[in-house]
């Protein structure tokens, strides 16, 4: 079984500030990450993913993120924050073993951008 | 290439009746997984169907149910809906290999009454 831990449930930041938000997991297993982000009255959008190799991925819109397997942490990160990126993120981790379609996601952390 | 449509977008239901949401996949993917947005539970796996099997079940109870037809296209049915029923049903579809990327749609509200 896995389980998601994401640390902040609201991050305020302002207007071109960097912001990272921490995602810890818990697993018995090797697992694939994932970073997704929704905007109101959407569904998800993948920001990136990590299968395997190099552990600092990139995604869309300049996020990143960085996968520390010591830690069991996946911690989305973007250097510059624009008005636009206020959403909800989601981490969510799948077993890597199986092709199992089931993803365990965080609670969302709700990252707001101010002026 | 369309994305993941859902049916409806908006329901409303009272207790007890039972409801059927309806979800299409990319053209090609085969995979196609539901999932229960509350703001309470957060985001909750219900099932995942490929090729027309079920092949994971999350911890629901056997109120929710769904189905896979021959063309990849997926639905869910809630019978004797309860208060807490009240969710964004989300689907996601996939080629179905484990790293594979997730597409979800826009997902159906449903509110119970």
């Known amino acids: 079984a896995q389980s998601v831990t994401q640390l902040d449930s609201q991050v305020p930041v302002f207007e071109e500030a960097p912001v990272e938000l921490r995602c810890n997991y818990s697993s018995s297993v090797s697992v694939y990450l994932f970073w997704y982000v929704q905007y109101p009255n959407q569904g998800l959008q993948l920001l990136l993913k990590y299968l395997s190799g190099s552990t600092l991925v990139k995604g869309i819109n300049g996020f990143e993120a960085e996968f520390n397997k010591s830690q069991t942490s996946f911690h989305l990160r973007k250097p510059s924050v624009h008005i636009s990126d206020t959403a909800e993120y989601f981490c969510?981790?799948?077993?890597?073993?199986?092709?199992?379609?089931?993803?365990?996601f965080g609670d969302g952390t709700t990252l707001t951008v101010k002026p | 290439k369309a994305g993941v449509t859902q049916t409806p977008r908006y329901l409303i239901k009272t207790r007890g009746q039972q409801v059927t949401l309806s979800c299409s996949p990319i053209?090609?993917?085969?995979?196609v997984s539901w999932y229960q947005q509350t703001p309470g539970q957060g985001l909750q796996f219900l099932f995942e169907?490929?090729?027309?099997?079920?092949?994971n079940k999350g911890n629901f109870p056997g109120r929710f149910s769904g189905r896979q037809f021959s063309n990849s296209r997926s639905e869910m049915n809630v019978s004797t809906l309860e208060l807490g029923d009240s969710a964004l049903y989300l689907c996601a579809s996939s080629l179905g290999g484990g790293g594979n990327i997730q597409y979800f749609g826009a997902g159906t509200r449903l509110s119970v009454l």
């Open positions: 053209s090609g993917h085969r995979s």
């Open positions: 169907y490929f090729s027309e099997t079920q092949r």
């Open positions: 969510a981790v799948r077993d890597s073993n199986t092709n199992a379609g089931k993803s365990t």
